[in-house]
T-cell receptor
Framework: AQSVSQHNHHVILSEAASLELGCNYS??????LFWYVQYPGQHLQLLLK??????LVKGIKGFEAEFIKSKFSFNLRKPSVQWSDTAEYFCAVEAYSSASKIIFGSGTRLSIRP | DTAVSQTPKYLVTQMGNDKSIKCEQN?????MYWYKQDSKKFLKIMFS???????INETVPNRFSPKSPDKAHLNLHINSLELGDSAVYFCASSQGTGARSGNGYTFGSGTRLTVV
C-alpha cells in the first residue's frame, strides 16, 4: 500500500521568501503525484500534478514541483511567496492498482507574515 | 456553476441521531469518493463508487453507508452518530478510476459535521 510523508507540519515565512515543502512517498510501482492546496475554510484545489514525462512540473500561482524517482520525492517549490499563499498544502499519491485511490499526506500549514 | 456540490455545508446534531450528506457532480465523471478530514486536517478516504458500484470501502464503521443512485450522485448516511464522527466530510469525483488519466480529483466544498 502506498503512503505519503510530509515532514514539515508548519512553515512560517516572510513575504518574498522562497518556499520548499518536502514530500516523500512509498510505493514500488508507477504513481501519479499531486499537490493540493486548501485555503482557510475552503475545499481542496489542485495545484499541480505529475503523471509522466518531464519530472519538473509547473502548476498554478507560480508553484512548481520536481519528481525525483530515485528519492521517491515530489517537493513543492515557489521562488517568492505572497501573503495570499497562506494555506494548508497536501501532497498526494495515486498508485496504479486495481482500485486506485489518492492517498494524502498529513499536510503542511504555511503561514506567511506580511 | 458548482462542479461538485455538497449539502448541507454545516450540520450540527446530537449523539445517536441519523443524518445524511448529499453530493452531486455535474462534470460527467463516473467515479465519486468520500473523504473524512479530522481536526488535525488529516484526509482519509472512506468510499469510492464507479458507475454506481462500490469499488473502495476502507475500514469504516458500518454505521456509515454510502448510496449512489446514479453516477452523478453519492450520498453518505450515518447512523447512531458519535462524538468521534465530528469532522469535515469531502466528496470528490474523477473520470474513470483516475490512475490512468492522472487528472486527480475535483473536490466539493465540504460538510462540517459537529456531533454534540
Amino acid at each position: 500500500a502506498q503512503s505519503v510523508s510530509q515532514h514539515n507540519h508548519h512553515v512560517i515565512l516572510s513575504e518574498a521568501a522562497s518556499l520548499e515543502l518536502g514530500c516523500n512517498y512509498s510505493y514500488g510501482g508507477t504513481v501519479n503525484l499531486f499537490w493540493y492546496v486548501q485555503y482557510p475554510g475552503q475545499h481542496l484545489q489542485l495545484l499541480l500534478k505529475y503523471f509522466s514525462g518531464d519530472p519538473l512540473v509547473k502548476g498554478i500561482k507560480g508553484f512548481e514541483a520536481e519528481f525525483i524517482k530515485s528519492k521517491f520525492s515530489f517537493n513543492l517549490r515557489k521562488p517568492s511567496v505572497q501573503w495570499s499563499d497562506t494555506a494548508e498544502y497536501f501532497c498526494a499519491v495515486e498508485a496504479y492498482s486495481s482500485a486506485s485511490k489518492i492517498i494524502f499526506g498529513s499536510g503542511t500549514r504555511l503561514s506567511i507574515r506580511p | 456553476d458548482t462542479a461538485v456540490s455538497q449539502t448541507p455545508k454545516y450540520l450540527v446534531t446530537q449523539m445517536g441521531n441519523d443524518k445524511s450528506i448529499k453530493c452531486e457532480q455535474n462534470l460527467g465523471h463516473d467515479t465519486m469518493y468520500w473523504y473524512k478530514q479530522d481536526s488535525k486536517k488529516f484526509l482519509k478516504i472512506m468510499f469510492s463508487y464507479n458507475n454506481k458500484e462500490l469499488i473502495i470501502n476502507e475500514t469504516v464503521p458500518n454505521r456509515f453507508s454510502p448510496k449512489s443512485p446514479d453516477k452523478a450522485h453519492l450520498n453518505l448516511h450515518i447512523n447512531s452518530l458519535e462524538l468521534g464522527d465530528s469532522a469535515v466530510y469531502f466528496c470528490a469525483s474523477s473520470q474513470g478510476t483516475g490512475a490512468r488519466s492522472g487528472n486527480g480529483y475535483t473536490f466539493g466544498s465540504g460538510t462540517r459535521l459537529t456531533v454534540v
